[in-house]
């Protein structure tokens, strides 16, 4: 929706802060390192160009196609060190409300929309609702800025990532 439609509508906007898209490629051999993303590079310049850190993202909506796929793009987007994702994760971080980074508060992909409306708009949306405080009662965060991310490709080969930072409506 467009700040024009929203403000027809009297919906407040979330503003995009920052976008970031890298592509990651395999090696010269046709091989790459899976435990490394793209994530690295399109969080590292979407948190550049926004002026923020990864502990200043109040909430994160990120495209969880696979476990493996969440915990790397936790710690390649820099919220937990290289190899702790696992404990991370373990220890309640994603839990919203009150989690460290409160993350996919609609269930995600593997539980609402994937595969037949997978993708980054859904993702979107959830971050909107929250940053709007829209969100379902019992999963509502106290957020001002929200992460978007998602992976397209094939995470061991050729894939690019697409990190979103938005503000909350003021």
Do not use: W
Not at 30 to 53: Q, W, Y
Not at 120 to 143: F, I
Not at 144 to 169: I, M, S, W, Y
């Amino acid at each position: 929706m467009t700040p024009t439609n929203s403000r027809a509508k009297a919906l407040p906007s979330a503003r995009s802060l920052a976008a970031a898209d890298p592509i990651l490629a395999h090696n010269e051999a046709g091989f790459r390192d899976i435990t490394i993303s793209a994530a690295v590079g399109s969080g590292r310049d979407a948190f550049a160009m926004a002026g923020v850190k990864p502990a200043d993202i109040g909430y994160a909506s990120i495209y969880d196609s696979f476990t493996i796929t969440v915990v790397v793009a936790l710690e390649d987007l820099g919220f937990c060190k290289k190899g702790e994702g696992g404990p991370f994760v373990a220890e309640g971080s994603l839990l919203a409300p009150d989690g460290v980074i409160p993350f996919n508060t609609d269930g995600g992909g593997l539980c609402n929309n994937h595969p037949g409306r997978r993708g980054g708009m859904v993702r979107t949306l959830e971050a909107v609702r929250q940053l709007r405080r829209e969100a379902a009662p019992e999963v509502q965060v106290d957020a001002d800025l929200g992460l978007v991310h998602g992976t397209g490709g094939n995470l061991g080969g050729r894939h690019a990532c697409a990190t979103l930072v938005l503000e909350a409506p003021q």
